[in-house]
């Protein structure tokens, strides 16, 4: 039995179209509306197929669904689920895949109050964006955390969870907050060093462009891949999450000021332990499948 058999995807960039490859292939029962606020990009979208209909509305693509998983940046979920409200039947689920919770829910509770609201993050994505980004099996094997509020309805994160699970995902239930300060550290926080390590770059008065990009070293590559993810979702993230990034980012700069203190002194044996314990930290992050031992971490394979 399908978790769901009719399906509404606000917004058709790289989660939005990954989730909808990703239902065709697991779910192909499911019936897919879709919407985009992009004409460019509902207009791909109805080129490539990726869903039954593509409304040129957010409302006409809700009328009947299930479950609506919006896909937005985070600082545009307020307004969009405020459009939606009007068209959403009794019943229906609404979710997203943003990477910050309590903002988002508190959002999305003020504009759809008496709906059955639970907030998601599928922990996955590329450096890509558009309806021609996506891939179906962008959530295998990886971590979608449910945050659903306090007396959410258990059948309906159940049946959330059901739906994330046939994609292939593992699911989590966390509170909203601590997801967020959890995020913080493991997403937020390195993409924040990447924009900042390759802006500096950039930056260099003695250091040519071309010359940063012909020698780029594997560490300086991942960083520029990390930082050309889109810039609009991450400027919200870092809004919306502020107060658990700006806390990790202290964190942050009180490690980094040892390390430079133990670099000015000579002090092998701080960076020696340092690194020792980093390493294993990578070697779980492998075993747990997480990410892939290969040089090129498997990404040159989907």
Request: with cysteine; charged share 20%; hydrophobic share 45%.
């Given at each position: ?168 995902a593992n699911i989590e239930i966390m509170d909203a907050t601590h997801h967020d300060l959890v995020l913080a550290i493991t997403s937020h926080l390195p993409h924040l ?110």
């Amino acid at each position: 039995m399908l978790p769901v058999s009719r399906l509404s995807i606000i917004g058709l960039g790289l989660l939005g179209s990954s989730v909808a490859r990703a239902v065709r292939a697991h779910m192909p029962g499911v019936t897919i509306t879709g919407h985009d606020a992009n004409p460019a990009h509902r207009e791909t979208a109805r080129a490539i197929q990726l869903c039954d209909d593509v409304t040129d509305t957010a409302g006409s693509a809700v009328i009947d669904a299930e479950l609506v998983i919006l896909c937005v940046p985070v600082g545009a979920m307020g307004d969009v689920a405020a459009e939606i409200a009007p068209d959403l039947p009794h019943g229906v689920i609404i979710s997203d895949v943003g990477s910050s919770k309590a903002s988002i829910l508190a959002a999305l509770e003020a504009a759809l109050p008496g709906h059955h609201v639970i907030p998601a993050h599928p922990v996955a994505g590329t450096e890509q964006s558009g309806p021609e980004a996506g891939f179906s099996s962008l959530f295998h094997n990886r971590w979608c955390i449910l945050t659903p509020p306090e007396g959410a309805d258990a059948g309906k994160v159940a049946q959330l969870s059901a739906f994330w699970e046939r994609l292939g995902a593992n699911i989590e239930i966390m509170d909203a907050t601590h997801h967020d300060l959890v995020l913080a550290i493991t997403s937020h926080l390195p993409h924040l060093i990447a924009y900042t390590i390759v802006g500096t770059a950039s930056d260099l008065e003695t250091v040519t462009q071309s010359e940063v990009i012909k020698y780029s070293a594997g560490g300086f590559r991942d960083f520029t891949r990390i930082a050309a993810s889109d810039p609009t979702m991450w400027r919200d993230v870092f809004l919306s999450n502020k107060d658990a990034v700006l806390e990790m980012l202290q964190r942050f700069t009180e490690d980094l000021t040892g390390l430079q203190k133990a670099i000015r002194l000579g002090d092998g044996e701080r960076l020696f332990e340092h690194f020792t314990r980093t390493r294993a930290i990578r070697r779980g992050i492998i075993e747990q499948g997480q990410d892939d031992a290969r040089p090129d971490f498997g990404r040159g394979e989907r």
